[in-house]
């Protein structure tokens, strides 16, 4: 009859998943028909090796600016979902903290390419080997096999704007003031989520794969904060002085 | 929190544009 449980009707979740949806599309850094366009252009082997040949500073500056600038589309993500912007000001701050780059790694499947399994990076399609000069092996390998298992769910834009906002809006990031109307938000997302799975006709393990990201998308930001403590115990200055504000902000 | 992440706490003032 319409009605899915007493507190959230069908319409609320329709409403929900539209203006989530138009918030990711507003905000997602590159639209789908950009990157058809780009046509999958991947960097060429001398390219490759200028990327390696960087100094291992010059090279983390690079991927802190890039996750810096794919952030500050994520936080205007956020400040579009409707509710976000009604919690307090102390939890928008720590669901973003905790939950911005997360929703990045989400978003990375958007530009990666399985079939060269490369991902789209300094305006070319770069593989792992792109990377050496970090010396972050295992966590760009974890990165790269994470872009390929999302791609591999085939999501729509919907269906990836609606589990993004599910993946920030997590009620038990520590330091929450107000954790129930987290909770309230967060599972309207969920149905919401549920709701487009089955209007596309999304086999029913889809919703629990997608759950089990939620650990692998932790994993990777523990990941990088090891790697970040690592690098700035051998390069403190580097990081206070090159590295973008906002990104000390949030990692530092 | 608010003090700690005057950045993020700016970004989130300004109006969406």
């Known amino acids: 009859n319409g009605e899915t449980s007493p507190t959230v009707s069908m319409a609320e979740l329709d409403h929900l998943a539209h203006v989530v949806s138009k918030s990711h599309l507003e905000t997602c850094q590159y639209l ?5 366009q780009m046509n999958c252009q991947n960097f060429l082997q001398d390219e490759v090796e200028s990327y390696q040949k960087k100094p291992r500073e010059v090279m983390w500056q690079l991927c802190a600016l890039k996750i810096t600038e794919a ?20 939890d928008q701050i720590v669901l973003l903290k905790a939950g911005s ?11 990666f390419d399985s079939h060269n399994n490369t991902i789209y990076f300094d305006r070319k399609f ?28 085939h999501l729509t834009e919907e ?13 038990d990031r520590s330091w929450l003031q107000d954790k129930l109307q987290v909770e309230k938000l967060q599972q309207k997302t969920q149905l919401a989520l549920q709701h487009v799975l089955q209007k596309n006709q999304r086999e029913d393990g889809v919703l629990n794969k ?18 970040l403590s690592a690098f700035r115990a051998i390069y403190p200055d580097i990081v206070r002085t090159h590295f973008p504000p906002l990104y000390k902000e949030l990692f530092g | 929190l608010k003090e700690k992440h005057k950045i993020l706490h700016q970004l989130l003032q300004n109006s969406t544009s």
């Open chain 1, 71 to 90: 952030i500050q589309y994520v936080v205007e993500f956020a400040k579009r979902i409707n509710g976000f912007m009604d919690l307090c000001q102390n």
């Open chain 1, 32 to 36: 789908r028909e950009e990157l058809q």
């Open chain 1, 101 to 111: 780059l997360e929703v990045v790694f989400i978003r990375m499947c958007r530009v």
């Open chain 1, 126 to 153: 770069a593989g792992p080997d792109v990377f050496k000069a970090l010396g972050c092996d295992d966590l760009i390998t974890s990165v790269f096999d994470f872009a390929k298992n999302m791609s591999s769910l």
């Open chain 1, 159 to 171: 269906e990836l704007a609606l589990f993004s906002a599910f993946v920030l809006l997590s009620a």
């Open chain 1, 210 to 227: 997608l759950r089990c990201k939620v650990s692998a998308l932790r994993s990777l930001c523990s990941q990088h904060t090891e790697k």
